[in-house]
T-cell receptor, first 120, second 111 residues
Framework: GAGVSQSPSNKVTEKGKDVELRCDPI?????LYWYRQRLGQGLEFLIY????????KSGLPSDRFSAERTGESVSTLTIQRTQQEDSAVYLC??????????????????FGSGTRLTVV | EDQVTQSPEALRLQEGESSSLNCSYT??????LFWYRQDPGKGPEFLFTLYSAGEEKEKERLKATLTKKESFLHITAPKPEDSATYLC????????????FGGGTRLMVKP
């Protein structure tokens, strides 16, 4: 697609329920990232997918959080047994391949508009 | 661990009043410093990438500069439509493709 698409745009869920957030990256982008942004704060890294490599899960805050990606397309972020502190905007981004450390892409990431999650 | 600190947290300007936003960073081998603009309810929008000290990039009323320890985003004669949160991020040698973001500066330009 023309941009990074996230759904739903808003989600209100009850504490203890599971939620699934979806990200559809830009076609051809091999890298996909999930970030969390709490109200008035900066972006907190969650997980990163690069092609067929094992994902970098180092930012996931607990084992209630998991993410999957099918090939180089759609990704889903799942939060099990949601808690009130999970309330935030969840942002997805994608970028093209960085084949070597010396590559210098000028665009950084392209972000979606995010999913605003509210746990009540 | 890469770290990014942005200041001030919030900045109110009158239309036409030029100012600068600061981004201080520590990183193990800088492979890019990025500036983004974020409007309420939207994802961050890419503005600039800087790679080495002394580099400058310009776009309309915005100019980004870089030293070995910090970056500045200079806003010349701002307009109300420049009101947004400005985010700074770095990518270091040890981070793969991951960006580390600062907390942002919320800019409000009053007419």
């Amino acid at each position: 697609g023309a941009g990074v698409s996230q759904s739903p745009s808003n989600k209100v869920t009850e504490k203890g329920k599971d939620v699934e957030l979806r990200c559809d990256p830009i076609s051809g982008h091999t890298a996909l990232y999930w970030y969390r942004q709490r109200l008035g704060q900066g972006l907190e890294f969650l997980i990163y997918f690069q092609g067929n490599s094992a994902p970098d899960k180092s930012g996931l805050p607990s084992d209630r959080f998991s993410a999957e990606r099918t090939g180089e397309s759609v990704s889903t972020l799942t939060i099990q047994r949601t808690q009130q502190e999970d309330s935030a905007v969840y942002l997805c981004a994608s970028s093209g391949t960085l084949a070597r450390d010396t590559e210098r892409p000028n665009y950084g990431y392209t972000f979606g508009s995010g999913t605003r999650l509210t746990v009540v | 661990e890469d770290q990014v600190t942005q200041s001030p947290e919030a900045l109110r300007l009158q239309e036409g009043e030029s100012s600068s936003l600061n981004c201080s960073y520590t990183v193990s081998g800088l492979r890019g410093l990025f500036w983004y603009r974020q409007d309420p309810g939207k994802g961050p929008e890419f503005l600039f990438t800087l790679y080495s000290a002394g580099e400058e990039k310009e776009k309309e009323r915005l100019k980004a500069t870089l030293t070995k320890k910090e970056s500045f985003l200079h806003i010349t004669a701002p307009k109300p439509e420049d009101s947004a949160t400005y985010l700074c991020a770095v990518r270091g040698n040890n981070a793969g493709n991951m960006l580390t973001f600062g907390g942002g500066t919320r800019l409000m330009v009053k007419p």
